[in-house]
């Protein structure tokens, strides 16, 4: 599929020393894993304050657990697809040269780690981190089926929670921190397969452009980040990411 790309957008993916990426579900779509919001998003049938607020947790853990134990199973079938593979590459061209890339996920799957993505920042925690409600042990687990559900502390026997960001939480400090730094200091923004709707996630591209990054969106529809950025793509992240990328690439030669 030969997509062109103006010119003043590769000239500056060429020169940029310092990148930032923003994920969100509709580059896990190309793994086949279901976005939020979308045509066949989990939310159009699923009430989200139920399944992804601490009060949701509260009233019916057992409920909210068979939710992520279902997403953890759909994560575990997933391979990472073209748009997590050109991501991993950028990154790995671009630190070669010794450049900085920052990417940063809404996403909970681990997908881009898997596809050799280096240095992730998960905005929204990760689905592969059980953390205690009692004492706070925190412990990557990728146990499917987990032995019960809702599972139990080994420790402490207090209930375990999925170790994500809910609706009305706060994000991890140190995610809030590097988001905010590469929003601030890169030459280009990117971001991908993302409604742009939650906070302060959605922030972060509009920080960038204020800063000075060249900012490029690609999504199948318009976000309300689409009229914000200078490119925005439609398109499937999968087959676009790859696109940009190479076309940069053969415009390097
Ligand atoms: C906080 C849990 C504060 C993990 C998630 C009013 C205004 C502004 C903000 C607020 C407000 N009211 C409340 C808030 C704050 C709230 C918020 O933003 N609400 C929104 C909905 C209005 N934010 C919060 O609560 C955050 N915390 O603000 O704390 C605070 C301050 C002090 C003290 C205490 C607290 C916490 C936000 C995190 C919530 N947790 N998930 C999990 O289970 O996954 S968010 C949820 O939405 C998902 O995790 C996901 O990460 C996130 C974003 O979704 P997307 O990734 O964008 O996915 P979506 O389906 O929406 O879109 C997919 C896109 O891809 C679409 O555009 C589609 O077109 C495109 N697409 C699909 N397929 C493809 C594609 N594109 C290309 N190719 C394809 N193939
Ligand atoms: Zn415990």
Redesign the pocket.
Known sequence: MAIEFPEALLARMRTAAKVGVLT???VS??SGLS????PG?LWQNQDVMEL?TPQGFARDPQKVWAWYAWRREQALQARPNPGHAALARWEAALTARGGTFELIT???DGLHQAAGSRNVTEL??S?WVLRCTGCGDERIDRTHPLPELPPRCAKCRSLLRPG????????PERAIISAQAAAETSELFLV??????????ASFVQIAARCGAVTVE????P?PLSGKVDYSFR????EWLPALLAAAERSDA
């Open positions: 969100g579900a509709g779509a190309e976005t939020f919001r979308g998003g992804a809404q996403n909970v929204h925690g689905g994500v960001v809910w609706f009305g939480e706060m994000l991908a397969g993302t409604s742009g709707t939650v906070y302060p996630a690609v999504n199948l529809e976000t398109g499937k992240t999968g």
